[in-house]
């Protein structure tokens, strides 16, 4: 089956704006979606598509993709925005699904 | 309002069996997919199977295939997980969630049910 790779941990000051990649083979065919999850909680859809926020998702949160890459930027960062997050993407394989390794995101 | 509601927290002993539940409300059950996902402590997301309540065609992750088996009643829009003799390594927090497809032929799973917390320990 596919892989998709993330950085571990990325940190971004309040109100600053950060990106998170998503990379492998099946980003070149399939959009990745995208989900927060916070300590304790249920993941959360926070981006869907070409770049589509489920209601309540606040616009400060923006999906983009290029070749093998998929990226969440999160501009001006709020507190609490300091979460996991991971991304997710219908695999090429015989597997209908590819989940990212995730990134925690730390808000200075 | 769709919502995915999860049975409650287990604690079972090795070699124990349990079928943990989602039950569904809102939409119409046997027209969408539901999905397993496994958290292990501390680490990432998994997704460990799908069914379809409506033929109750399944499909494993091939790291779950035998290890589980996912089920759906559809007279009570419920789905289950289920393991026939538990290991310590069972234990993690599971989620069922919706998947859906996007018009670009994407994935993705658009509500969640809360988790269920299962702890296997002698």
């Known amino acids: 089956s596919s892989e998709l790779t993330q950085d571990p941990a990325v940190s971004v000051a309040l109100g600053q704006t950060v990106r998170i990649t998503c990379q492998g083979d099946?980003?070149?065919?399939?959009?990745a979606s995208w989900y927060q999850q916070k300590p304790g909680q249920a993941p959360v859809l926070v981006i869907q598509g070409k770049n589509n926020r489920p209601s309540g998702i606040p616009d400060r949160f923006s999906g983009s993709s290029s070749g093998n890459t998929a990226s969440l930027t999160i501009t001006g960062a709020q507190a609490e925005d300091e979460a996991d997050y991971y991304c997710?993407?219908?695999?090429?394989?015989?597997?209908?699904?590819?989940f990212g390794t995730g990134t925690k995101v730390t808000v200075l | 309002e769709v919502q995915l509601v999860q049975s409650g927290a287990e604690v079972k002993k090795p070699g124990e069996s349990l079928k943990i539940s989602c039950e569904t409300s809102g939409y119409r059950f046997t027209t969408y997919w539901i999905v397993w996902v496994r958290q292990m402590p501390g680490k990432g997301l998994e997704w460990m199977g799908i069914?379809?309540?409506?033929?109750?065609?399944?499909i494993y992750s091939p790291s779950f295939q035998g290890q589980v088996t996912i089920s759906a009643d559809k007279s009570i829009s419920t789905a289950y997980l289920q393991w026939s003799s538990l290991k310590a390594s069972d234990t993690a927090m599971y989620y069922c969630?919706?998947?859906?497809?996007?018009?670009?032929?994407?994935?993705?799973?658009?509500?969640w049910g809360q988790g269920t917390l299962v702890t296997v320990s002698s």
């Open positions: 997710l993407s219908r695999d090429t394989s015989d597997n209908p699904y590819v």
């Open positions: 099946s980003l070149r065919s399939y959009y």
């Open positions: 969630a919706r998947p859906r497809e996007g018009i670009y032929g994407d994935y993705y799973f658009d509500h």
């Open positions: 069914i379809h309540p409506g033929d109750s065609k399944t």
